[in-house]
């Protein structure tokens, strides 16, 4: 066959011919039949024209104010609950009620009741609105968050003769750390100023409120003018959306009663008021601020005992008011009704049986050594097997024999010496007392010596861990290998894997686990936003069941009269898990916050005590434990408590002796996923002591041939930046040869990097408010 002509590289080639657009066959003939897949669906999709778009446009504006509308209407009307506000003084020698005398008389037909439990209802009929009013106890924090979870508004009362103190401060940065509720801040005590400096001292009031608010305008409140603007600014204020309480259920328990049961353990807990947020289930279950999580029999309705009353429908209402109507709304069905267990009861047998081999058996057998005790004679075996080995050694560790009994005689004399001694000594200090005066031992009962020492340790550790981070010396009198054999060497702490499921600890099998938290946490709330039951503003009574009768005594002998907040619980919400929060420290405090400290947390609406585990906040798949939580920094905190789903905000109080609670750290929950790797990294090092071109011997690092031999597979470093391996052992010391990928320095530092998983400890406790105080009791069934 006649091979076709092949033209070579000196063709001459012609140029194109130039056309601003190009012809139908042209285009054809590029595409060849291909058709755009933009093109062919952009043909089906129906353009808007102008009048269409602008249609549009005005639809979607309309729909945004309608929300904007029904958020401003779902509160306050008359078939709405009433606006919540908490009032907050800024100064503890601010009396709250001024204030609120103010507001009862600022309208003529205003309508005001007082419940027992302290809060005031004030209904304005020709605003046609109500307002619900309370003032927690000053100088208590855990009133005032339990107070912030429910409120729609807080109002923050200051004075313009007295400045905001430190409990001011302190009960802004609390709310600030919660989530701010929507603020409004009034000065009192204007009128009282001289007229000329009037102006003066509300700028600098506005000064001092706009360092926390800097958006919010400080109004006055002396008239009862000031008070009608106050209640028109609150009922017509934008809200502050709240995330972690607008996702579930919540109530402010207005009136309280506790029914005891016959067995005399336990009763029925009533609990009446306002449910606001999303629907309640019966067979769910509900958190009580200060007593923990419960179950319900059942939820009865009520008619609005504060309505608004006119003058056309006063007669109705007052008839209505003598015959109380109560509709059992929901009655909780055991079948379906959720349990209390809140951990998972492993199986010990549930897991593979290795029956142990005659040599494993005689190793054990060698092992046990039989221990020698001195006993008093004619004791018998069980009659030795009580005493405790510390009983029979000294405090120097010598164990102490039996001896004649002018032994005896002899220990009698020395003490009756030392006696004699104590008493000279006493002798002497009470003539220093009457020279030197008392001043000097009353500061010392302030001062916790023991906890002073242990500061100053802390300190010092801190600084070291901050100067050297994860530096650890190598032990003399125990072979590395057996001091660091829970370690392992990583090529890299960023691409090496590292199964999540490895050596797991027993109490990982008591938690539950989710395949995936963020699907299941969508589910949770789309299923819940999706009932068809309304409840909201509903007035209503929960019947809270098996309430323990000693536990209730103690909280309201410690809380009288004080609101509840009660929580509805979503699903799996009671299970225990590993919870993974982001945590950024306030200024309050420049000391450290060491692991496994203990701390009280509050998360979302929860509140217990635990010993955390820290680790820093990045985006890989392992996280690098962290000994010191350091001041101005972020870390995540990890530790067991229920699951809760995000978003939730996180306080984090510290316990101060002779102090309150101190507020050292706040943030946010990151999830509760116990598959998170906390990875702990210590470093050994080791110095050069002969250096030849790439190669080197380093000593210091290691103290015998086997520890050399062992972690030779491990992968080297230096300060300066070069890598490197073991090559070989040298000599019985723990020198050893090495090589690098370039020349070291003389004054360099080998180092090598060792790694292992942490867990933290179980040692979740509930935390219970009595007496201003935050005990722990465990109420786990």
Sequence with gaps: MQQAHRPGNLKQSNKTHKSKHRSKRGIAAAVKGKVNLKEYVRRNRHELKRDERRHQAKQIRKNKRDDVLAKKRALGGTRNP????????????????????ILKTCSEGAIVTQLQSGIMHLGLPNFKQRFSFIAPEIENDFALLDALKIVDTVLFVCSALEPIDDWGEKALALAMAQGMPTPVVVAMDIEGVNPKKRTSEKQNVQKLVSKWLPEEKVMQLDKSSDGLNLLRRIGNQKRNVIHHREKRPYMLAEEVEYVPNEDGQSGTLKLTGYLR???????????????????MSRIDGHDDPHPINTAKDTKTNSMDSETVKVTILQTADPAKQETLVSENIPDPMDAEQTWPTEEEIEEANKQTKKRVK??????????????VESDAEDEDGSEVSEGPENDDDFMSCEESNSEQDDEEINDFESVTESVIGPTDEKYDETIDAHEEHEMLKKLAAAREDQQFPDEVDTPHDLPARERFNRYRGLESFRTSSWDPKENLPADYARIFQFENYDRTRKRVFKELEDSLE???????????????????????????????SVFGLLPHENKMSVMNVVLKRTGVSEEPIQSKERLIFQVGYRRFIVNPIFSQHTNGSKHKYERFFQPASTCVATFYAPIQFSPSSVLCFKEKKNTNLQLVASGVLLSCNPDRLIIKRIILSGHPYKVHTKSAVIRFMFFSREDVSYFKPCKLRTKYGRTGHIKEPLGTHGHMKCVFDGQLKSQDTVLLNLYKRMFPKWNYENCIVTDRDCKASDMME
């Design 277 to 295: 947020g999303m629907p309640l289930n019966v067979n769910g279950l509900v958190h009580i601020s200060g007593l923990g999580d419960f179950q």
């Design 534 to 564: 309304n409840m909201y503003g509903v007035y209503i009574t929960i019947h809270v069941k098996n309430v323990r009768q000693d536990l209730w005594k103690v909280f309201n002998s410690a809380n009288p009269n004080t609101p509840l």
């Design 82 to 101: 009433p606006f919540l506000v908490c009032v907050v003084p800024l100064n503890r020698q601010l009396d709250v009620q001024s204030a609120l005398a």
């Design 374 to 387: 001195k006993v008093p004679k004619g004791w018998s075996d069980y009659q030795a097997a009580w005493i």
